[in-house]
């Protein structure tokens, strides 16, 4: 086809020309790539930051505020003498209270909501009834907190141990925590573990504090049978424990109020029946219980801090102009070029039109030369594109992401004085943190949307350059055109 | 068309360029006939008007007042597509710097002539191969321009311009560019082919001996036109 070989034959004649078009384009295209292979990469990273926070396929999150305190003060002091020394059965002894009940010897081992509001089921029922909601599930995010105190067998006093506990609701596998965890070992809950007393604990927990499938633990005062152990991924505190919801809710208490949390949850977990629905879904909630604090996994996205979300505003913002700008350069430099080699074609274009080509004929050629170098320029952009991204998975750092926590997140020690004025560091399963850091790692890839995008690209910057170039050839009169020759 | 019928009709034809701010009459109210077959040439010293009137003969720029007719046709007032039709058609163009694409084989730019008129692939490439053969090119049909010498590539032109069988050739300077023997060798070529396809020839040239094998010699002198011999029958 002779516009094929006339096109072949000119970009050969003019290699260096288009090779630097072609480098030009591939710069700004290989960019653009990378900077939409970054932010994926980023995206992609929140995302599974909020996935193991909440789950995989949950899309909104309710919750409410702490009550003011109405249940009675859990207080720790010292009563009588100092227990050191030898003996010293006369002296003072530590003393807990717990819900109107004081503690003077054993082991006090409380189950406690953190600082967080409660939902009943009935509400989780109401949310779950929604036509927009395809499943809702309740969720418990409780603190175990133990304390030894001293006895005259035992005058030391002992550090005070923690440990944090979901409750989970095993008829919702896809819903909270617990969906996002990979089992390590031993089994997962089935639906007759409902009501059992059986736990799944963290690898990384369980590895530090020797437990295996098959042994026993303490949680509430409650000996739970271990039968897995699971791993979060990109998860900077994940729970300890998990146990079924119904167990949970029956050993746990609210210390706001000193009662017990069955029937209650602190989280539900929601699932949109479509994408489109999250924002009617979160509306319809917030309609159905003033109250609460509805929160879609969008709006978390938006609160994450940290470098992971200092990636993202740079992958977005910095990024996003820095590929824009060389893509104008490079477009640019392309129609300067393009034009400058019709001004040296006049001639040539001139005898043509002399031959009688049509001026659209002529214009084609010029477009279509232009065209191939943007598609020359944009293949080699998706490869600098794909080497962009590689560099980038090699030697990114793991972003670190301080994440709103659901619920609060779980507790944070709360220290209570004990005998002879030691801060012991006792946990009373007090008030939670806000805020959870989590570093994950950073993985960009190039999406089939990015190479269609820069092909895309490719021939918008040739057809751009060629049009110039074109409508330049278009408008010469053939005997102006020749008389340059003369 | 009948040889005693003329092809060209000019009748008033005035051409003014504007070049610097300042105006430059290159044709002035110029009449001329020319006849079917004829062989035309046109002489003059460089600046007096000889390119720009077979550039309005060809069709290639339009007069600032005045008619060219072609075949009963106006090429001064007719829309410019009918022009390039009939510049694609009727017209052969042979110029100084033998105007070859360098990118393109000797054959490609025969055939660039053909592309205008839509000439399916297969006759095109025989025709190209012809019109070379008849120029004594055929065993460099696949040569670029940069191989060939300048009597070489002007050959390739005059195929060019034949290769569509036009009823006009048109021929600006042909041999200015070429050493005598080439300018011999080019003559003798237009001169054979003139005889044979019964073709009207317009030749400018300010060579006297290759003027002088026309049939009518004009001289171009400031814009205007005076014929200087007339042997045809």
Not at chain 1, 16 to 27: M, N, P
Not at chain 1, 339 to 347: E, F, G, L, W, Y
Not at chain 1, 351 to 370: C, D
Not at chain 2, 141 to 148: D, I, N, S, T
Request: one cysteine or more; charged letters at 15%.
């Amino acid at each position: 086809m002779f516009f094929l070989t006339y096109l072949r034959r000119e970009l050969r004649r003019r290699m260096r020309q288009a090779v630097f078009i072609a480098i030009g384009l591939a710069i700004g295209i290989g960019l653009v790539i990378t900077v939409i292979g970054a932010s994926s990469g980023v995206q992609a990273a929140q995302a599974k930051v909020l996935r193991a926070l909440y789950g995989i396929g949950t899309d909104v999150t309710v919750t409410t505020k702490p009550k003011p305190q109405s249940g009675l003060p859990i207080t720790g002091h010292a009563v009588g003498a100092p227990l050191s020394g030898s003996g010293g059965s006369g002296g003072p002894r530590a003393e807990i209270c717990l819900n109107g009940k004081c503690y003077t010897s054993g082991t006090v081992d409380t189950l406690a909501l953190g600082d967080t509001g409660t939902l009943t089921q009935a509400q989780v029922a109401q949310i779950a009834g929604r036509h927009e909601v395809s499943a809702a599930a309740g969720g418990l995010m409780l603190t175990d907190n133990r304390v030894v105190l001293p006895s005259a067998s035992n005058p030391d006093i002992q550090p005070p141990t923690s440990f944090t506990v979901d409750g989970t609701d095993i008829s919702q596998p896809r819903l909270g925590p617990l969906s996002n965890a990979r089992l390590t070992s031993g089994r997962a809950f089935t639906a007759a573990d409902q009501n059992s007393d059986v736990a799944l604990v963290d690898a990384d927990y369980a590895s530090s504090h020797d437990i295996k499938p098959g042994s026993t633990t303490t949680i509430g005062g409650t000996k739970f049978t271990v039968i897995g152990l699971v791993s979060q991924p990109e998860s900077g505190s994940p729970p300890n424990m998990y146990i079924p919801l119904a167990r949970a809710a029956a050993l746990a208490t609210n210390p706001a109020t000193g009662k017990s949390m069955k029937g209650l949850v602190d989280t539900v977990y929601v699932s949109a029946a479509s994408a489109t629905d999250i924002g009617t879904v979160q509306h319809e909630i917030e309609h159905l219980l003033p109250a609460a604090t509805v929160t879609s996994s969008a709006d978390l996205a938006s609160e994450i801090t940290g470098s992971a979300a200092g990636a993202a505003k740079l992958a977005g913002a910095l990024g996003k102009w820095l590929a824009v700008l060389v893509l104008i350069a490079a477009f640019a430099v392309a129609s300067l070029l393009t034009m400058a080699a019709v001004a040296r074609r006049v001639p040539e274009f001139g005898t043509l039109k002399a031959l009688g080509w049509r001026s659209s004929r002529i214009v084609g050629q010029v477009l279509g030369e232009s065209v191939s170098t943007g598609i020359i320029g944009g293949l080699a952009g998706v490869g600098l594109g794909f080497a962009g991204v590689a560099i980038i998975d090699k030697i990114a750092p793991k972003l670190s992401a301080t994440v709103p926590s659901p619920t609060g997140g779980f507790g944070t020690p709360q220290t209570v004085t004990g005998p002879g004025g030691v801060a012991g560091g006792a946990l009373i399963g007090g008030p939670a943190t806000s805020h959870t850091t989590v570093a994950v790692p950073m993985s960009a890839s190039v999406t089939i949307a990015a190479i269609v995008l820069a092909v895309l690209l490719a021939i918008a910057g040739g057809l751009l350059a060629g049009s110039f170039g074109g409508w330049r050839a278009a408008r010469l009169r053939p005997a102006a055109a020749l008389a340059r020759v003369a | 068309m009948e040889p005693s019928i003329d092809i060209y009709r000019l009748t008033g034809v005035s051409k003014t360029y504007r070049k610097s701010g300042r105006e430059i009459l290159a044709v002035r109210e110029l009449d001329l006939s020319i006849r079917n077959g004829e062989w035309l040439a046109v002489q003059g010293k460089t600046g007096h008007g000889k390119t720009t009137l077979l550039q309005l003969l060809g069709g290639l720029d339009r007069p600032t007042q005045g008619r060219v007719e072609f075949a009963g046709r106006d090429l001064a007032t007719a829309p410019e597509a009918q022009v390039r039709r009939v510049r694609a058609g009727s017209f052969g163009f042979i110029f100084q710097t033998f105007n070859l694409v360098p990118t393109l084989s000797a054959h490609e730019n025969v055939e660039a002539a053909l592309i205008p008129l839509g000439v399916p692939g297969t006759q095109r490439r025989e025709r190209v191969t012809a019109a070379l053969d008849s120029v004594g090119l055929g065993d460099r049909a696949q040569h670029l321009p940069g191989e060939l010498s300048g009597g070489q590539q002007q050959r390739v032109a005059i195929a060019r311009a034949l290769v569509k069988e036009p009823r006009v050739l048109l021929a600006d300077e042909p041999t200015g560019n070429l050493d005598e023997d080439t300018r011999d060798e080019i003559i003798g070529l237009l001169d054979t082919l003139w005889r044979e396809r019964r073709l009207t020839l317009v030749l400018v040239s300010h060579d006297s001996s290759v003027v002088r094998r026309a049939q009518r010699i004009g001289v171009m002198s400031r814009g205007r036109l005076s014929i200087r011999q007339d042997s045809r029958a």
